[in-house]
């Protein structure tokens, strides 16, 4: 027999295991996701059902149903089951079964890791789930869920080009494949990719194709994502009453929709009521939201809230306000580490604060330092813009 008959018969071998432990424990799984029972109260011989692969899956779908509500639990989810996806056996699976299964729970962690906004630490575990992936079995779907990860991953690192392009790749995978949800979700993601470059106009075309493909029989999330994402681009392209008419009927998918969703509505409500000129309101929902992120230590979405907030202030030439806000910024800034050149910047606008400076001048302040955040933050993810 050739080595790689010997090889695939090995892989096939592993995957008819994978199949039957998965088999086992799909009862108590289904058990398990819908809450009626709990790890802590399986019988001995439940619980050997769930050795091996079947627990590893389940704790990373406890992880991704994290992903709107706590990131962090998110990332201890996800860490736990590297640790079991690590130690899973050979004997029983085969090397290249577990390194498929090595190459997903990695993923997954770095896909976390970036959800909480832990950069660096995401392309670590992405780059370790590339290693394993190139060393298992060569399954197309995992291959393009790791490319999608690193889409994602770049966009945060505003690498805007490489992500598109990679976007690109995984599309005509799930054109190809006739899966809609799939492709529906990686024009979503493109239209992302397009919303951070502030090219609003062109997410919207994109969101728009997404929506037809996931607008059916999709999942809530998915759909609640797309429409989220399409009234945001709606409200930078100045549309601020599509943005609101949208929302409205939107609003009942936002319910169990998880913490971090509700704060993004809270932002979102901001924007739109700026725009349509009703700032107290804006006021209030963006003070809710850059507080209520902060909390969830998402520090990066409250500054940009903040930064919103700041231009609002400005504008208003509410100084003392907005010398207030600048100084819990840095505070928080000065905390975090970060670069000596923001805080300069903010201390700039607190002394401009003390001038008699019109709000046009205060405004283009705040906007200078929101460039500074964001190149910034590309300088601190630059090393993710390498493509693995």
Not at 147 to 164: I, N, T, V
Not at 203 to 232: D, K, M, N, Q, W
Request: with cysteine; hydrophobic share 45%.
């Amino acid at each position: 027999m050739s080595e790689s008959a010997s090889q695939d018969r090995s892989v096939l071998r592993g995957l008819l295991a994978l199949e039957e432990d998965r088999d086992k424990a799909s009862r108590l799984m289904g058990l398990l996701q819908s809450g009626e029972r709990s790890l802590a109260t399986l019988t001995e011989e439940e619980r050997k059902a769930f050795e091996g692969a079947p627990l590893v899956e389940l704790v990373l779908a406890r992880s991704w149903e994290a992903r709107h509500e706590n990131p962090q639990k998110m990332v201890t989810l996800a860490e736990t089951a590297r640790v079991l996806a690590d130690n899973l056996s050979r004997r029983r699976y085969g090397r290249k079964v577990v390194d498929d299964l090595r190459a997903r729970a990695w993923a997954e962690l770095g896909n976390a890791y970036r959800v909480a906004d832990k950069l660096a630490a995401a392309e670590t575990a992405l780059r370790r789930a590339a290693v394993f992936a190139r060393s298992g079995s060569g399954s197309a779907s995992l291959a393009v869920r790791i490319l999608d990860y690193w889409a994602s991953l770049l966009k945060d690192a505003r690498g805007f080009a490489e992500a598109a392009e990679l976007l690109q790749e995984v599309i005509q995978c799930h054109q190809g494949s006739g899966n809609q949800e799939a492709l529906g979700k990686a024009l979503l993601s493109l239209g992302l990719v397009y919303e951070h470059a502030h090219e609003p106009e062109r997410a919207v075309v994109v969101i728009l194709e997404a929506l037809r493909c996931i607008s059916g029989e999709g999942p809530r999330p998915l759909l609640l994502a797309g429409l989220h994402t399409l009234a945001v681009n709606l409200a930078d392209c100045g549309e601020y009453g599509s943005a609101r008419v949208l929302l409205e009927r939107t609003r009942r998918l936002y319910r169990r929709s998880g913490k971090l969703n509700q704060l993004r509505l809270s932002w979102l409500e901001g924007k739109i009521a700026e725009g349509l000129g009703e700032l107290g309101l804006a006021e209030a929902k963006y003070n809710t939201a850059r507080l209520a992120f902060r909390r969830e230590g998402l520090n990066y979405d409250s500054a940009l809230v903040s930064l919103d907030l700041a231009l609002l202030l400005a504008r208003q030439e509410r100084r003392g306000e907005l010398a207030w806000l600048v100084d819990d910024q840095v505070r928080t800034f000065r905390s975090l580490g970060i670069a000596r050149e923001l805080i300069a910047s903010l201390t700039l606008l607190k002394r401009s604060c003390e001038k008699d400076l019109s709000g046009e001048i205060l405004a283009a302040q705040v906007e200078t330092i929101a460039v500074t955040l964001a190149e910034l933050l590309g300088r601190e993810g630059g090393k993710a813009a390498g493509r693995s």
